[in-house]
């Protein structure tokens, strides 16, 4: 019986050791920080979650192919909730505790708004893949962006209202922040061979549109436009076909995601939206990073997922030659002003603004699948 006790004392003291041993190994392992800030909760955390597929994806291959330097690369992730207050505890912890040089994100371009100046005066690059208002360009030298602004995007509907669909009456709902305000603006002035008949706001979260509902039932109008985010789209969405309102709805981009099917089902059926283009999904890049995709999530990626994913690549391609001690957001901002960087996406050039020149596409909803149309 003691010689028992003696081998679980022996096995006991050996397996902490090991534990010990593996605790103190990774302890001692060097790493490179890189920043996020993405709703990964609440409404928004749809494009939270797409962020996250695609930066985790791209810092995984990163990791794989020797790190940076020999580091290993990760992200610290910070949830913004789509709040502007968390948002800015997030840079702020980012760039004061972790010291990272680069911060990937946020998706909403109210939040980015806020956080560019602090990013400018903090001197670290603040790099979305998703925020499109055109009132974020030209804010500040730190902060880039791989999507087009609001203006392509206004653009694409507009034709398209125009030139497919023959709409003459368009009536509008957006929503009441920085990505709809300032979509709204731009689309009245892309939409002049037409009128528009109703121009109503709403605001984030709303869940009942009831009222805004029924005070556009005589009024003329052959689409709608809805521009904001998903979850509030979705919503309003089943609301119109439940008041047997039957015209065709087209959206931005706020009209692709999960919520379209689980929040308005069928009612979506139809619907238009536009979507930031994927330069070849046939391309044998685009291919095998599809296959590396649904390996690790089980689902076919997120064109967000695609944008966020370029988006990391771009930034360790831009460093590549760099000695990891010198880098900074400075010499990561002026690399990638001087970079021109082909990923699964398309090809990227920035502009004097950290901006991009990429097409919009439009896409149709039909029973939980997307499909391009133009």
Same mark, same amino acid.
């Given at each position: 019986?003691?010689?028992?006790?003696?081998?679980?004392?022996?096995?006991?003291?050996?397996?902490?050791?090991?534990?010990?041993?593996?605790?103190?190994?990774?302890?001692?392992?060097?790493?490179?920080?890189?920043?996020?800030?993405?709703?990964?909760?609440?409404?928004?955390?749809?494009?939270?979650?797409?962020?996250?597929?695609?930066?985790?994806?791209?810092?995984?291959?990163?990791?794989?192919?020797?790190?940076?330097?020999?580091?290993?690369?990760?992200?610290?992730?910070?949830?913004?909730?789509?709040?502007?207050?968390?948002?800015?505890?997030?840079?702020?912890?980012?760039?004061?505790?972790?010291?990272?040089?680069?911060?990937? +994100?946020?998706? /909403?371009?109210? @939040?980015?708004?806020?956080?560019?100046?602090? *990013? !400018?005066?903090?001197?670290?690059? =603040?790099?979305?893949?998703?925020?499109?208002?055109?009132?974020?360009?030209?804010?500040?030298?730190?902060?880039?962006?791989?999507?087009?602004?609001?203006?392509?995007?206004?653009?694409?509907?507009?034709?398209?209202?125009?030139?497919?669909?023959?709409?003459?009456?368009?009536?509008?709902?957006?929503?009441?922040?920085?990505?709809?305000?300032?979509?709204?603006?731009?689309?009245?002035?892309?939409?002049?061979?037409?009128?528009?008949?109703?121009?109503?706001?709403?605001?984030?979260?709303?869940?009942?549109?009831?009222?805004?509902?029924?005070?556009?039932?005589?009024?003329?109008?052959?689409?709608?436009?809805?521009?904001?985010?998903?979850?509030?789209?979705?919503?309003?969405?089943?609301?119109?076909?439940?008041?047997?309102?039957?015209?065709?709805?087209?959206?931005?981009? +706020?009209?692709? /995601?999960?919520? @379209?099917?689980?929040?308005?089902?069928?009612? *979506? !059926?139809?619907?238009?939206?536009? =979507?930031?283009?994927?330069?070849?999904?046939?391309?044998?890049?685009?291919?095998?990073?599809?296959?590396?995709?649904?390996?690790?999530?089980?689902?076919?990626?997120?064109?967000?997922?695609?944008?966020?994913?370029?988006?990391?690549?771009?930034?360790?391609?831009?460093?590549?030659?760099?000695?990891?001690?010198?880098?900074?957001?400075?010499?990561?901002?002026?690399?990638?002003?001087?970079?021109?960087?082909?990923?699964?996406?398309?090809?990227?050039?920035?502009?004097?603004?950290?901006?991009?020149?990429?097409?919009?596409?439009?896409?149709?909803?039909?029973?939980?699948?997307?499909?391009?149309?133009?």
């Amino acid at each position: 019986m003691k010689s028992v006790k003696q081998l679980v004392l022996l096995v006991t003291i050996v397996t902490g050791l090991m534990i010990t041993g593996c605790n103190f190994s990774d302890e001692k392992k060097e790493i490179f920080n890189v920043g996020v800030i993405a709703p990964l909760t609440g409404e928004g955390s749809r494009y939270g979650e797409a962020m996250r597929d695609g930066i985790d994806l791209a810092i995984t291959e990163i990791n794989r192919n020797g790190g940076y330097e020999g580091d290993s690369v990760v992200a610290i992730y910070m949830d913004d909730k789509f709040d502007v207050k968390e948002g800015l505890n997030g840079l702020n912890y980012l760039v004061d505790y972790k010291k990272v040089p680069v911060i990937f +994100g946020p998706a /909403g371009s109210g @939040i980015s708004k806020a956080l560019i100046p602090v *990013a !400018n005066e903090k001197k670290v690059v =603040l790099f979305s893949s998703i925020s499109t208002s055109d009132a974020l360009a030209g804010e500040g030298d730190f902060f880039f962006r791989n999507i087009s602004s609001n203006s392509m995007q206004a653009a694409s509907v507009a034709e398209f209202l125009t030139n497919k669909l023959s709409v003459k009456n368009v009536g509008v709902f957006y929503e009441n922040n920085e990505y709809g305000i300032n979509m709204n603006k731009i689309f009245k002035d892309k939409f002049n061979t037409g009128t528009i008949t109703f121009d109503l706001p709403y605001e984030f979260k709303q869940a009942d549109f009831r009222n805004s509902i029924v005070s556009i039932k005589d009024k003329k109008f052959d689409a709608i436009f809805i521009q904001g985010t998903t979850w509030g789209i979705a919503n309003l969405i089943k609301q119109l076909r439940q008041y047997n309102i039957d015209c065709p709805i087209i959206t931005g981009d +706020g009209g692709y /995601g999960d919520e @379209i099917k689980t929040i308005a089902g069928n009612s *979506a !059926n139809g619907l238009f939206c536009t =979507l930031p283009a994927v330069k070849d999904t046939t391309s044998s890049s685009y291919t095998s990073f599809g296959k590396s995709f649904v390996k690790k999530y089980k689902k076919e990626p997120d064109v967000y997922s695609v944008y966020s994913y370029d988006a990391v690549m771009m930034v360790f391609d831009s460093i590549k030659k760099e000695k990891k001690n010198n880098i900074t957001g400075e010499l990561i901002k002026n690399k990638l002003f001087n970079t021109t960087y082909t990923g699964i996406g398309g090809t990227y050039k920035f502009n004097k603004f950290g901006d991009v020149d990429i097409p919009y596409v439009i896409f149709q909803y039909s029973n939980g699948e997307y499909k391009r149309v133009n």
